[in-house]
Each structure stands twice: as structure tokens, then as C-alpha cells.
């Protein structure tokens, strides 16, 4: 079993930045690929970013290429999301999560995806 803890989170004004990180317990992450997802109030849960689990490869929703940035860390069993300049549609409820998947559109799915954080507020002002 997988344990995901997402910290990070909280208020900023638009075109801030925040780091989000997700820290995985109970199993070594480093054969997973990690994501992270999105649920805004009132709207389905969407993919936002993932990492392949070598780090090698990265995908991004259109909407945050060239203002996010996931990462990875297995020595720590940490990921990250660096988000710069943060808009106040980017208000979520932001989680992680490790799966299995071979690019798109697999990575984008959350079926893909076995393990979840509990998720961590990112609320965005004008």
C-alpha cells in the first residue's frame, strides 16, 4: 500500500506562486508514475500534470504549460508542483496521485491511477 500526503497548498493573489509537494509512505513510489489532479467546486476532477517514474518524461493540461512544473524526487518518495503565475481559475483542490501509464491519453485518466492523496487547497484571489 501507498500512503500520499499533499502539502503546500493555501491562499496567494494572482500571479503568484505556490509549491505543492505530495510525500508517499508505506511503499516506495520510484516504479509508479505520479500525477496531479484538480477538482474545482462543481467540476469533475482534471489532470493537470504527471511524471513518468523515471522522470524523464512530463505532461501538462494546456491550460498550466509554461507556468507549472512536476518533478520528482525517489530518493525523498516526493513529487512536486511548482506553480507560477497562478490565475484564480487555477482554484482547486489539487491531489496526487501514483499509477501506471504509457503516455497519452493513459497519463490523463485517473482509472490509471491507484493511489490518491487526501488532496490540499489552492484558492487563488483577483
Avoid at 506562486?17 to 513510489?29: D, F, I, K, P, W
Avoid at 530518493?75 to 512536486?80: C, L
Amino acid at each position: 500500500q501507498v500512503q500520499l500526503v499533499e502539502s503546500g497548498g493555501g491562499l496567494v493573489q494572482a500571479g503568484g506562486s505556490l509549491r505543492l509537494s505530495c510525500a508517499a509512505s508505506g511503499r516506495t513510489v520510484s516504479s509508479y508514475g505520479m500525477g496531479w489532479f484538480r477538482q474545482a467546486p462543481g467540476k469533475e476532477r482534471e489532470f493537470v500534470a504527471a511524471v513518468s517514474w523515471s522522470g524523464g518524461n512530463t505532461y501538462y493540461v494546456g491550460s498550466v504549460k509554461g507556468r507549472f512544473t512536476i518533478s520528482r524526487d525517489n530518493v525523498k518518495n516526493t513529487v512536486y508542483l511548482q506553480m507560477n503565475s497562478l490565475k484564480v481559475e487555477d482554484t482547486a483542490v489539487y491531489y496526487c496521485a501514483a499509477g501506471h501509464f504509457m503516455g497519452w491519453p493513459t497519463v490523463s485518466r485517473p482509472s490509471n491511477y491507484n493511489y490518491w492523496g487526501q488532496g490540499t487547497q489552492v484558492t487563488v484571489s483577483s
